[in-house]
């Protein structure tokens, strides 16, 4: 008989945010909406964050200072060199100019939704397989997680909430592997969100554009309840 779960992040008693993070340093690939929006976010919730633009860093330099002041561009190699988690938010018809031995050995957090509108048609992205599964297959030696992709940018500021604040809204974090799921839990809750285990990779697909959940404000609750998957999550 097959039980129907999902797990939630549980801060610890005296709360994570008081305590030094999982993750301390961060590196953003993709200084646009959502990059800038969780590089703010990220120096807000005390991470060192690191912002990575298409080009060299004196590109970005000026955007980085007035949108995210406290973050600093760097080049993509600099940017990962000890950074505990690399953040994808590049378009997703972009992804093949991040160069993937710069992410093997990271944890790789994947916002990026596929929108046949901006990036045009993916077969590889097209034919119905979660987008950040097939995105693994691009980063070989990855720990590839699922987060931030079912919430718009300019949300991620207005929606942030105090750890039980009645309004408190919540994420959902999906990877194969349960160390790098974790990371990204503590991650969510001290940026401001409930932060709740999606599953595995092969389970994120409720997550995405289409999905029940994708761009709709959810509690805790309601996002497990969306989110429950028959059987244990598979990482
Ligand atoms: N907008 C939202 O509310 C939202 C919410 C959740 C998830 N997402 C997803 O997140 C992804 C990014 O969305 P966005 O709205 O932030 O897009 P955006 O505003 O167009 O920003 C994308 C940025 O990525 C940069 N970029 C491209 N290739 C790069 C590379 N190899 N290395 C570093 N930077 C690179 C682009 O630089 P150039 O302009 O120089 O190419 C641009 O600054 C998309 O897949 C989107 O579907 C969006």
Redesign the pocket.
């Known amino acids: 008989m097959s039980t129907t779960r999902t797990r939630q992040y549980s801060p610890s008693a005296s709360s994570s945010q008081t305590l030094a993070p999982l993750a301390r340093t961060v590196a953003i ?9 969780l590089a703010r976010s990220l120096v807000a919730a005390g991470y060192d964050v690191r912002v ?4 060299p860093p004196s ?2 330099a000026l955007i980085i200072d007035v949108l995210a002041p406290g973050a600093v561009a760097m080049a ?1 190699r600099d940017a990962v060199h000890g950074a505990d988690v690399v953040i ?5 018809h ?2 093949d ?2 160069a993937p031995e710069l992410l093997r050995g990271k944890v790789v957090v994947d ?5 046949e509108p ?2 045009g048609r993916l077969a590889d992205f097209a034919d119905g397989d979660p987008t950040t599964q097939v995105v693994s297959t691009r980063f070989a030696g990855a720990e590839m997680v699922k987060a ?8 991620i500021e207005t929606d942030r909430r105090e750890s039980g604040h009645h309004e408190r809204r919540a994420l959902a974090v999906a990877g194969d592997s349960r160390a790098a799921v974790e990371l990204v839990l503590e991650m969510v809750h001290r940026i401001g969100f409930d932060a709740v285990d999606g599953g595995g990779l092969a389970q994120s697909g409720a997550l995405e554009a289409g999905g029940p959940v994708f761009g709709v404000r959810l509690s805790r609750p309601a996002l497990e309840r969306h989110l429950a998957f028959d059987g244990e999550p598979t990482h």
């Open positions: 690939f993709g200084a646009g909406r959502v990059g800038t929006a990575v633009g298409s080009g590109g970005i993509a994808l938010a590049v378009p997703l972009k992804v100019t991040v916002v990026m939704n596929y929108w901006v990036d931030f992709n079912h919430i718009g940018y300019h949300e």
